[in-house]
């Protein structure tokens, strides 16, 4: 049901020529009553990569994670 509202308003947004991110609140309210304005948040290219903060995601903290442990592992791992 929430895909199909983003897909809605994402196909509207092209359509006036507009991204996402610039909609107004009550337009993007016409596709889903659940948006709120924080929404806004990860509507641009930084707040999309931040909000992927799980294992492997792409949000900077996680990628500073991914590159501790994968220094552990090299030190662990003598080279031949």
């Given amino acids: 049901m929430l ?3 983003v897909a809605r308003a ?3 947004a ?3 020529g507009l991204g996402l991110e610039q909609l107004p609140l009550a337009e ?3 596709f889903s009553s ?3 304005k924080d ?3 990860v509507l641009t290219l930084e707040g999309s990569v931040a909000s992927r903060s799980h ?3 792409t949000a900077p903290a996680q990628v500073r994670a991914a590159i501790s442990r ?3 592992l090299l030190k662990a791992d003598p080279a031949p």
């Fill in 3 to 5: 895909m199909k509202a």
């Fill in 10 to 12: 994402v196909r509207f």
């Fill in 14 to 16: 092209e359509k006036s």
């Fill in 28 to 30: 993007m309210r016409r």
């Fill in 34 to 36: 659940k948006v709120e």
């Fill in 39 to 41: 929404v806004y948040r």
């Fill in 55 to 57: 294992i492997g995601g």
């Fill in 70 to 72: 994968a220094r552990k």
